[in-house]
T-cell receptor, first 112, second 116 residues
């Protein structure tokens, strides 16, 4: 079955760049997502990338996809204290009800 | 606010009681999903509706769980005879549901359940 893996924790200083990594197993994934979850809240969609793209940039966010290695990363430039949250990588099936499988999340701590 | 809404936001109940949660999806979205999230984990799929039809159920959805979407708009998730292991955040998501188009799921704020 599908599996999505992420490192559990990342700590960066305010103003530095953060890079959160993710690996997935389903080669038929069509879309890959990054969601942000703040304490006690639901998931906020940050960005997504279609599987035929290598890179997508959206303001401070850059998503890189290496489809051969099934590796996805999220780079946050100029990280702010408000970026402290848990970041979930997710991959979406191409068929059926287009099931989304989430990773366990990476907790980003931004140190002032 | 036209996002996904869920009620209640928090629920504390005693073991053995029944609870019901409600989800109101984004109005034009045909697809509705329920997920469960336990501490330190990502959301795990429970069930999915296309309009009023429940088309997929996870093995996580025991027979104590039932979900409905009677008119293809809001949905309810009921847990009967709650157990302490049911304590979790229950998340609802919706997506447009148009064939051949990207199906981003938008999430509600969740209902946090604590079973004592």
């Amino acid at each position: 079955g599908e599996d999505v893996e992420q490192s559990l924790f990342l700590s960066v200083r305010e103003g530095d760049s953060s890079v959160i990594n993710c690996t997935y197993t389903d080669s038929s994934s069509t879309y890959l997502y990054w969601y942000k979850q703040e304490p006690g809240a639901g998931l906020q969609l940050l960005t997504y990338i279609f599987s035929n793209m290598d890179m997508k940039q959206d303001q401070r966010l850059t998503v890189l996809l290496n489809k051969k290695d099934k590796h996805l990363s999220l780079r946050i430039a100029d990280t702010q204290t408000g970026d402290s949250a848990i970041y979930f990588c997710a991959e979406q099936d191409s068929g059926g009800y287009q099931k989304v499988t989430f990773g366990t999340g990476t907790k980003l701590q931004v140190i002032p | 606010d036209t996002g996904v809404s869920q009620n209640p936001r928090h629920k504390i109940t005693k073991r053995g009681q029944n609870v019901t949660f409600r989800c109101d999806p984004i109005s034009e979205h045909n697809r509705l999903y329920w997920y469960r999230q336990t501490l330190g984990q990502g959301p795990e799929f429970l069930t999915y509706f296309q309009n009023e039809a429940q088309l997929e159920k996870s093995r996580l959805l025991s027979d104590r769980f039932s979900a409905e979407r009677p008119k293809g708009s809001f949905s309810t998730l009921e847990i009967q005879r709650t157990e302490q292991g049911d304590s979790a955040m229950y998340l609802c998501a919706s997506s447009l549901g148009l064939a051949g188009n990207q199906q981003t799921q938008y999430f509600g704020p969740g209902t946090r359940l604590l079973v004592l």
